[in-house]
């Protein structure tokens, strides 16, 4: 297989909890489905029943024309907080808010506030559709605002942070970020970025202090939900998920529009996923899809969740989905493995060059990818090409999840004394990674065992399976077939918490 090779362009700037008592869950489940079903009536009509099939409404008398310019204004309006407040918005409503905003900044070139939206608007659909095309117009757009209105531009300062994170450029993230909070300290929307810019760069110091900041600020009712899904997210990467499921479910249940609960329980899914609980992530991810059809990571956490089930050909036709609506090269990526763990090796190749076509793109729009490359190679093409820009990203942004690859590329090119220095990384909280991964737990384990250190390769490979034994289509087998040859069985229940 040859290696990729396409080099990252510099950038162009710079839930449900554990299973509870039942009287609980029963009361988590009755708020999910109350926020549900009154998102679905304000959104048009479409209740959701989860795990039911929704019922329809009788339709809305039409409107006339003065009714349908106020609904249309009401809905850019709403739009436009939800782009420039970092919540979820809907594909339609961000296209409108778009072709609006454009058509603005060609009668008033000097609108900086026009140019911030639009810029924003143009990062948020790329995030929602894959075309990273948008991301050379968000940077034009942004620059162009911060011109007109100077350095203490917070709308535009927020974008481009919201803009380097997109593009995995977390250096230039924090910059932006930590320029917004001294223009704007109590303004909320430049912790998110900045967290994430943190972590990237393996300052969890800096990443806890963000959120400490963040969850003290006094924000209204319609961003809250927002910051209890980032905190959501700040409490798996420490391993805390009790916490972390709690802090999604709560933020599902108070989420004011259907595109914004989707995306939550899109988190949660994801949390359950993570724990190795399919069924509940499946009711999780499908509850987001029929919320927000657009929602394709819910789609990805569908197809994936059914593979573990059994359900294959479902699997397969929900992967096919999440890739229609968002061809990234992550999801091409996990498609082209469950295809290989099938046997179906001509269909895996297709979606490993859907991979590296997305990644060619990508890269053109400034995206750095190199930690998806360094994945790939290291298990399907040259292991070399994959340890030699995973260094490299180790050296510039040296987050627990390139810790993980590095590790593992250096194993599967033979140096597995460098490799363990990575592995335990990502895995012993002392050294930074908290995250419970059943990917990380196994990684380590393998090369724990090339090491022949049994105990620990035992201990790893185990907890691997506790965590998630469906972690890996590919992987988990071989987590078994590991542990099998050192005498051990693995185990059947998975860990607590």
Not at 339 to 358: D, F, V
Request: some cysteine.
């Amino acid at each position: 297989m040859c290696a990729l090779d396409n080099r990252p362009s510099p950038p162009a700037t710079s839930l449900l909890p554990e299973p509870a008592p039942p009287r609980r869950r029963g009361r988590v489940l009755v708020r999910l489905l109350t926020v549900a079903l009154s998102a679905g009536v304000a959104a048009g009509g479409t209740l959701l029943l989860w795990p039911h099939e929704p019922h329809r409404a009788a339709p809305a008398p039409a409107a006339g024309p003065k009714a349908r310019t106020a609904a249309r204004a009401a809905a850019l309006a709403a739009a436009q907080t939800a782009v420039l407040n970092g919540l979820p918005a809907a594909l339609p409503d961000l296209t409108t808010l778009i072709g609006a905003r454009e058509a603005r900044v060609r009668a008033q070139p000097k609108d900086a506030a026009a140019w911030a939206v639009l810029g924003t608007a143009y990062v948020e659909r790329a995030r929602r559709t894959a075309d990273t095309g948008d991301y050379p117009r968000a940077e034009r757009a942004l620059q162009t605002s911060l011109k007109a209105a100077g350095k203490n531009n917070t709308e535009a300062l927020d974008g481009l942070a919201g803009l380097a994170v997109a593009r995995r450029d977390f250096a230039g993230a924090r910059r932006y970020g930590e320029d917004a909070l001294k223009a704007a300290p109590k303004r909320w929307s430049a912790y998110p970025v900045l967290i994430d810019a943190y972590n990237g760069l393996g300052d969890y110091k800096a990443a806890r202090s963000a959120l400490d900041k963040l969850m003290a600020l006094k924000v209204g009712a319609d961003v809250k939900p927002a910051v209890m899904a980032r905190a959501s997210a700040v409490y798996r990467d420490r391993g805390w998920r009790e916490d972390a499921a709690a802090q999604v479910t709560d933020a599902a249940a108070a989420a004011r529009t259907p595109a914004e609960q989707a995306a939550y329980l899109c988190q949660a899914g994801q949390l359950a996923w993570e724990r190795g609980d399919r069924e509940d992530a499946l009711r999780h991810f499908t509850a987001a899809v029929r919320l927000d059809p657009d929602q394709s990571a819910a789609r990805a956490g569908q197809g994936r969740a059914l593979a573990a089930l059994g359900r294959t050909q479902e699997a397969l036709t929900a992967y096919q989905g999440s890739l229609a609506h968002r061809p990234t090269p992550q999801v091409a990526l996990e498609f082209g493995e469950l295809y290989e763990s099938l046997g179906m090796g001509q269909q895996a190749e297709a979606q490993y060059e859907l991979m590296r076509t997305q990644v060619r793109r990508e890269l053109e729009s400034g995206v750095d990818d190199d930690l998806v490359i360094g994945r790939y190679e290291a298990d399907h093409g040259d292991v070399q090409e994959a340890v030699e820009r995973l260094t490299a990203e180790w050296e510039r942004q040296p987050g627990i999840e390139v810790a993980d690859s590095l590790g593992w590329a250096l194993h599967r090119a033979g140096d597995d004394k460098e490799a363990l220095g990575y592995a335990s990384i990502a895995t012993d909280s002392t050294k930074g990674g908290g995250v419970r991964s059943a990917l990380y737990a196994f990684h380590r384990g393998m090369i724990e065992r090339e090491l022949d250190l049994d105990a620990p390769a035992r201990r790893h490979l185990q907890d691997a399976l506790r965590t998630n034994q469906y972690f890996s289509p590919l992987q988990a087998p071989a987590a078994h077939a590991a542990l099998t040859t050192l005498g051990s069985q693995p185990p059947e229940e998975p860990l607590p918490g």
